[in-house]
C-alpha cells in the first residue's frame, strides 16, 4: 500500500470528520501552549542560540562574523576567562585552533610558529589555515601572522604613531618604521606564518595592582623574588631586595603584562648580559634605531602615588609622575606599536564593557560573549571590580600605589588601553552600553542558576568530577564549578562548555582537532600469504 494522497484522505474521511479533528487537533495545542509555560520558564536561560530578542537590530544581520582570532592572552588579568569563550564558540562552529604542544607555546621564551601543533611552514600543501590563536604565549608578531605583500601594519603603525590620544602629532617624534616592514622590506617577501593577515587581533589588560595581588599568590613559588619575600607588602616596600631581572620566573614579578606582550625593556631594566628578561630569547623585538638610545629613564618611585580617577571610568593621573610617562618616548612608540598590531584590547575591571565591544567589533551575537569567570582564587576578591581605590584601607591603597608605581610599563599600558576603551565606548554610545551589559548580565546569572550547583564558583573541594576541577597552582585555591544534576542532554552540553577550565578544554579540542589514529596491529597487517 502507497501513501495516501489528499485525495484519497478526503475521500476516506470526508469533510466533517476533518473539521472535527482539526478541532480537537486545536484544543490540545492551546492546552499545550497553556501548560507550555512553565515548562519554557524552567530553561530561562538556555535558549542560548536563538536570542537577545530585546537587541534591537536587523533581523539580518549586516556583517559576517569574524573567525580569525589571535588572542593574546595575559597573564593573571581574567585572560582564561576570556579564553573560555573563544573555546566555545570554536568548539560549536568547528573551527581550527592553533594549539601549543601542551598548554602554552614556550613561555616564557617568545612564540615561534614552529611551537604550534599541525603547523607546517609555507602553507604545508593542503592544510587549511588556523582559526584561532589563543593559548598563553610571549606576543612575536612576526612568527605569528602571515605577511603577504605590503602589510597594512606599516600603515597602522605610521598612523598610530603620528598621533596622541587627542589626534595631535607628537613634535619631537620621528616616524618610525615598523620593525616588520623593516625586516622584510615593504611588500617583498610572502611568509606564510600561523594565522592569516585579515586575523583580528585582541588582548586583555589588568590594573598592576590587581595584578600584583593575584600573581604574588599565584606565583610565590614559580617567582625567585616572591618566594623570598614574605608578603606583595614586604615585597612592593623594597622590591629591589628581593628582585633580580633574569633571575628564575621574576618576568612575574614586574611589568608581566608588557612582558606577555612582547615589548622590549629599556636598558636599565634589562640583565646585566644586555638582554631583557627571561635571558635565551632568540629573538628579541626590535624597536625601530634609535628609540632605545632615548628611551627616558623611568623612576620607578616617580610613580609613587599614581591618582587613578576612574569612577567615571576614565582613568587619569594627576600627578607629575604620570606626565613623565606620557612624554616618555619609549612608552609612547611601543603603545604606538600595540595600537597599531591589536584592534581591541579588554579591561579587566570593565570586563563586560569589553565583552559587549567586543561582540559589536567581531559582530558575534551577545550570547556568544556570555561565560562564566575563570581561574579565580579564593579570597582574592578583585575580579570583575571596576578600578579606584574607594573602600580600601590606607595601607591597602598605599600597596596600590606601589604597585603601579613599580610595575610602571604596565601602568602606561593599563592607562592607555583604559583611555582607547572608553573612546571606543563614547563611540559605542554609553547608554546603549550599559543596556547590552544589564543584558548580558542578566544572562550570565540566569545561566548560572540553571547550570551551576549554588549558582557560582565553588572551593575546589566540592569539585569531584575531574573534568571541572580546575588546575590548581600558587598559595590560593583556585575556584571552579559543579554543574546540577537533571540537565536535559542539551543542557547539560551547553552548561559543560561553560564550566569546563582551561586545560580540560584545551585536551578536548585537541582530541577533536588530533583524533588518536587507530594503528592496525602488526600481526594482522601481516597475514601469512596462503
Ligand atoms: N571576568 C573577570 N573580570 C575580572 N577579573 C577576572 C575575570 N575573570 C577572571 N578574573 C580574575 O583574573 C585572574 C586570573 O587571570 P588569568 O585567567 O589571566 O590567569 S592565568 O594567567 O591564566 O593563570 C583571577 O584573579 P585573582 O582571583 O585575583 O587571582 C580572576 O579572579
Same mark, same amino acid.
Given at each position: 500500500?502507497?501513501?495516501?494522497?489528499p485525495?484519497?484522505?478526503?475521500r476516506?474521511? $470526508? &469533510?466533517?470528520?476533518?473539521?472535527v479533528a482539526?478541532?480537537?487537533?486545536?484544543?490540545i495545542?492551546?492546552?499545550?501552549?497553556?501548560?507550555?509555560?512553565? !515548562?519554557? +520558564?524552567?530553561? &530561562?536561560?538556555l535558549q542560548?542560540?536563538?536570542?537577545?530578542?530585546?537587541?534591537?537590530?536587523?533581523?539580518?544581520?549586516? #556583517? *559576517?562574523?569574524?573567525?580569525?582570532l589571535?588572542f593574546?592572552?595575559?597573564h593573571k588579568?581574567g585572560?582564561?576567562?576570556? *579564553?573560555?569563550? *573563544?573555546?566555545?564558540y570554536?568548539?560549536?562552529?568547528?573551527?581550527?585552533?592553533?594549539?601549543?604542544?601542551?598548554?602554552?607555546? $614556550?613561555?616564557p621564551?617568545?612564540?615561534?610558529?614552529?611551537r604550534?601543533?599541525?603547523? =607546517?611552514?609555507?602553507?604545508?600543501g593542503?592544510?587549511?589555515?588556523?582559526?584561532? *590563536?589563543?593559548?598563553?604565549?610571549?606576543?612575536?608578531?612576526k612568527?605569528?601572522?602571515?605577511?603577504?605583500?605590503?602589510?597594512?601594519?606599516?600603515e597602522?603603525?605610521a598612523?598610530?604613531?603620528s598621533?596622541d590620544?587627542q589626534?595631535?602629532r607628537?613634535?619631537?617624534?620621528?616616524l618610525?618604521?615598523?620593525?616588520?616592514?623593516?625586516?622584510l622590506g615593504?611588500? /617583498?617577501?610572502?611568509?606564510?606564518?600561523?594565522?592569516p593577515?585579515?586575523?583580528?587581533f585582541?588582548?586583555i589588560?589588568?590594573?598592576?595592582?590587581?595584578?600584583?595581588?593575584? /600573581? !604574588?599568590?599565584?606565583y610565590?613559588?614559580?617567582?625567585s623574588a616572591?618566594?623570598?619575600?614574605?608578603?606583595?607588602?614586604?615585597?612592593?616596600?623594597? &622590591?629591589?631586595?628581593?628582585?633580580?631581572?633574569?633571575?628564575?620566573?621574576?618576568?612575574?614579578?614586574?611589568?608581566?603584562?608588557? !612582558?606577555?606582550?612582547?615589548?622590549?625593556f629599556?636598558p636599565?631594566m +634589562?640583565?646585566?648580559?644586555?638582554?631583557?628578561?627571561?635571558? +635565551?630569547?632568540?629573538?628579541?623585538?626590535?624597536?625601530?634605531?634609535g628609540?632605545?638610545?632615548?628611551?627616558?629613564t623611568?623612576?620607578?618611585?616617580?610613580?609613587?602615588?599614581?591618582?587613578?580617577?576612574?569612577?567615571?571610568?576614565?582613568?587619569?593621573?594627576?600627578?607629575?609622575?604620570?606626565?613623565?610617562?606620557?612624554?616618555?618616548?619609549?612608552?609612547q612608540?611601543?603603545?604606538?606599536w600595540?595600537?597599531?598590531? %591589536?584592534?581591541?584590547?579588554?579591561?579587566?575591571?570593565?570586563?563586560?564593557?569589553?565583552l559587549?565591544?567586543?561582540?559589536?567589533?567581531?559582530c558575534w551575537?551577545l550570547?556568544?560573549?556570555?561565560? %562564566?569567570?575563570?581561574?579565580?582564587?579564593?579570597?582574592g576578591?578583585?575580579?570583575?571590580?571596576?578600578?579606584g581605590?574607594?573602600?580600601?584601607t590606607?595601607?591597602? =591603597?598605599?600597596?596600590?600605589?606601589?604597585?603601579?608605581?613599580?610595575?610602571?610599563?604596565?601602568?602606561?599600558?593599563?592607562?592607555?588601553?583604559?583611555?582607547?576603551?572608553?573612546?571606543?565606548?563614547?563611540?559605542?554610545?554609553?547608554?546603549r552600553?550599559?543596556?547590552?551589559? /544589564?543584558?548580558l548580565?542578566a544572562r550570565?546569572?540566569?545561566?548560572?542558576k540553571?547550570?551551576l550547583v549554588g549558582?557560582?564558583?565553588?572551593d575546589?573541594?566540592?569539585?569531584?568530577?575531574r +573534568?571541572?576541577?580546575?588546575?590548581q597552582?600558587?598559595?590560593?585555591?583556585v575556584?571552579?564549578?559543579?554543574?546540577?544534576?537533571?540537565?536535559?542532554?542539551?543542557?547539560q552540553?551547553? #552548561?559543560? =562548555?561553560l564550566?569546563?577550565?582551561e586545560?580540560?578544554?584545551?585536551?578536548?579540542?585537541?582530541?577533536?582537532?588530533?583524533p &588518536?589514529t587507530?594503528?592496525?596491529?602488526?600481526?594482522?597487517?601481516?597475514?601469512?600469504?596462503p
Amino acid at each position: 500500500m502507497g501513501p495516501l494522497s489528499p485525495t484519497r484522505t478526503m475521500r476516506l474521511w $470526508g &469533510p466533517r470528520s476533518l473539521g472535527v479533528a482539526l478541532g480537537v487537533f486545536m484544543t490540545i495545542g492551546f492546552a499545550l501552549q497553556l501548560w507550555g509555560g512553565p !515548562f519554557q +520558564r524552567r530553561l &530561562p536561560g538556555l535558549q542560548l542560540r536563538q536570542s537577545w530578542a530585546s537587541t534591537p537590530g536587523p533581523a539580518v544581520p549586516s #556583517c *559576517l562574523p569574524r573567525q580569525r582570532l589571535v588572542f593574546l592572552k595575559t597573564h593573571k588579568s581574567g585572560s582564561s576567562s576570556v *579564553l573560555s569563550l *573563544l573555546h566555545r564558540y570554536g568548539d560549536r562552529h568547528g573551527l581550527r585552533f592553533a594549539l601549543p604542544a601542551r598548554y602554552q607555546f $614556550g613561555y616564557p621564551k617568545l612564540f615561534q610558529a614552529s611551537r604550534v601543533k599541525g603547523y =607546517r611552514p609555507q602553507g604545508g600543501g593542503t592544510q587549511s589555515p588556523f582559526h584561532i *590563536l589563543c593559548h598563553h604565549m610571549r606576543f612575536n608578531l612576526k612568527e605569528v601572522r602571515s605577511v603577504e605583500g605590503v602589510d597594512r601594519t606599516g600603515e597602522r603603525w605610521a598612523h598610530a604613531c603620528s598621533q596622541d590620544h587627542q589626534g595631535r602629532r607628537p613634535q619631537a617624534w620621528r616616524l618610525p618604521r615598523h620593525p616588520l616592514t623593516q625586516e622584510l622590506g615593504m611588500g /617583498a617577501t610572502k611568509v606564510l606564518q600561523v594565522m592569516p593577515s585579515d586575523s583580528f587581533f585582541f588582548s586583555i589588560v589588568r590594573d598592576p595592582a590587581a595584578l600584583a595581588r593575584s /600573581a !604574588f599568590s599565584y606565583y610565590k613559588s614559580t617567582s625567585s623574588a616572591f618566594r623570598k619575600s614574605p608578603s606583595l607588602a614586604a615585597f612592593l616596600d623594597n &622590591p629591589r631586595a628581593f628582585y633580580q631581572p633574569g633571575a628564575r620566573g621574576d618576568h612575574y614579578a614586574r611589568n608581566l603584562l608588557w !612582558f606577555d606582550f612582547g615589548l622590549p625593556f629599556p636598558p636599565e631594566m +634589562r640583565t646585566k648580559r644586555g638582554n631583557p628578561h627571561p635571558p +635565551r630569547d632568540p629573538n628579541p623585538p626590535q624597536l625601530p634605531s634609535g628609540v632605545g638610545l632615548r628611551a627616558h629613564t623611568l623612576d620607578p618611585n616617580a610613580l609613587f602615588h599614581p591618582v587613578p580617577t576612574v569612577a567615571d571610568g576614565h582613568s587619569q593621573t594627576s600627578s607629575s609622575a604620570s606626565l613623565d610617562l606620557r612624554s616618555s618616548s619609549f612608552i609612547q612608540w611601543n603603545l604606538a606599536w600595540l595600537d597599531s598590531v %591589536f584592534d581591541l584590547v579588554l579591561v579587566a575591571e570593565y570586563f563586560d564593557e569589553s565583552l559587549v565591544l567586543l561582540a559589536d567589533a567581531l559582530c558575534w551575537s551577545l550570547d556568544d560573549v556570555v561565560g %562564566f569567570m575563570h581561574n579565580a582564587q579564593a579570597g582574592g576578591g578583585q575580579g570583575g571590580s571596576a578600578v579606584g581605590d574607594g573602600g580600601l584601607t590606607a595601607e591597602d =591603597r598605599q600597596l596600590s600605589a606601589r604597585a603601579r608605581a613599580w610595575n610602571n610599563l604596565d601602568w602606561a599600558l593599563y592607562v592607555h588601553f583604559n583611555r582607547s576603551l572608553w573612546a571606543r565606548i563614547k563611540q559605542y554610545g554609553q547608554s546603549r552600553l550599559d543596556s547590552a551589559v /544589564a543584558e548580558l548580565r542578566a544572562r550570565r546569572e540566569a545561566l548560572a542558576k540553571h547550570c551551576l550547583v549554588g549558582g557560582e564558583a565553588l572551593d575546589p573541594k566540592y569539585i569531584t568530577d575531574r +573534568r571541572f576541577r580546575p588546575f590548581q597552582f600558587g598559595s590560593g585555591k583556585v575556584l571552579g564549578y559543579v554543574l546540577q544534576s537533571g540537565l536535559s542532554l542539551q543542557d547539560q552540553e551547553e #552548561c559543560e =562548555r561553560l564550566a569546563t577550565p582551561e586545560l580540560q578544554y584545551k585536551d578536548k579540542l585537541d582530541a577533536k582537532q588530533f583524533p &588518536p589514529t587507530v594503528s592496525v596491529p602488526l600481526k594482522t597487517s601481516r597475514l601469512p600469504s596462503p
